[in-house]
């Protein structure tokens, strides 16, 4: 995997009685040390005339307890559900928009530049606890997050209540391979679908 990817499996937890026996499932597998834990509120944000929707890009500004992390992310590259996209994270000091923080990536400067005088403004936001474990499965290095809470799309509110598998270093089989042993053992089913994507869903209902 290269700078900049994120590689990862999302699985939609069917039934809420699940949560703590994947969870104890997690925690049979090499981990060392404990989950943590972690109290997310993102706000996705674009332009009035949708111009990153428009371009492929997903900015987003996560409060993750008392830290702020900023997110670019790219198209999705994969026709699977194993989604491989362009992450870029940088830490901030508020949940307000700022997109210059990125100027100094080459492949998105271009497209940014053209919108730094323009509003954004907030068009998603999801509230939820992520369970994040590092395990070791196979060859490889993986994230397991647990996520439960809500996505807002202004009078309408979704269930988060998802698993994501994220490859840190290894192959991407292993995210796989874990993937499918996890859907063996409990009722849950590979989502194409981001949390962006579903409150965009949700908000367009309206």
Same mark, same amino acid.
């Not at 428009?54 to 987003?60: A, G, L, P, S, T």
């Given at each position: 995997m290269?700078?900049n990817?994120?590689?990862?499996?999302k699985?939609?937890? !069917?039934n +809420?009685k699940d949560?703590?026996?994947?969870?104890h499932? %997690?925690?049979?597998?090499?981990r060392?040390g404990? @989950?943590?834990?972690?109290?997310?509120?993102a706000?996705y944000?674009?332009?009035?005339?949708?111009?990153?929707?428009?371009n492929?890009i997903?900015?987003?500004?996560r409060?993750e307890?008392?830290t702020?992390i900023?997110?670019?992310?790219?198209? !999705?590259q +994969?026709s699977?559900?194993?989604a491989?996209?362009l992450? %870029?994270n940088?830490q901030?000091?508020s949940?307000? @928009?700022n997109l210059?923080?990125?100027?100094?990536?080459?492949?998105i400067?271009?497209?940014?530049?053209?919108?730094?005088?323009?509003?954004?403004?907030?068009?998603v936001?999801?509230?939820?606890?992520?369970?994040?474990?590092t395990?070791?499965f !196979?060859q +490889?290095?993986?994230?397991a997050?647990i996520d439960?809470?809500?996505?807002?799309?202004l009078?309408?509110?979704? @269930?988060i209540q998802e698993i994501?598998?994220?490859?840190k270093?290894?192959?991407?089989e292993d995210?796989?391979?874990l993937?499918?042993i996890?859907?063996?053992h409990f009722d849950l089913?590979?989502s194409?679908?981001s949390?962006f994507?579903r409150?965009l869903k949700?908000?367009?209902?309206?």
């Amino acid at each position: 995997m290269s700078k900049n990817e994120e590689i990862e499996v999302k699985l939609q937890i !069917n039934n +809420s009685k699940d949560l703590r026996y994947l969870s104890h499932f %997690i925690s049979e597998l090499y981990r060392p040390g404990p @989950p943590k834990f972690f109290h997310m509120s993102a706000c996705y944000y674009d332009t009035e005339n949708a111009f990153l929707q428009k371009n492929h890009i997903v900015y987003r500004v996560r409060k993750e307890n008392n830290t702020y992390i900023a997110t670019i992310k790219g198209k !999705n590259q +994969s026709s699977d559900f194993l989604a491989r996209r362009l992450e %870029i994270n940088r830490q901030v000091g508020s949940i307000c @928009p700022n997109l210059k923080i990125f100027d100094d990536i080459e492949n998105i400067r271009d497209k940014i530049n053209l919108i730094y005088d323009d509003q954004l403004i907030p068009i998603v936001k999801n509230f939820f606890l992520r369970q994040q474990s590092t395990v070791f499965f !196979n060859q +490889s290095k993986l994230e397991a997050a647990i996520d439960t809470g809500h996505i807002y799309g202004l009078s309408i509110t979704e @269930p988060i209540q998802e698993i994501e598998l994220e490859l840190k270093y290894g192959r991407k089989e292993d995210v796989l391979s874990l993937a499918e042993i996890l859907k063996t053992h409990f009722d849950l089913k590979p989502s194409m679908q981001s949390k962006f994507s579903r409150g965009l869903k949700i908000k367009n209902c309206i």
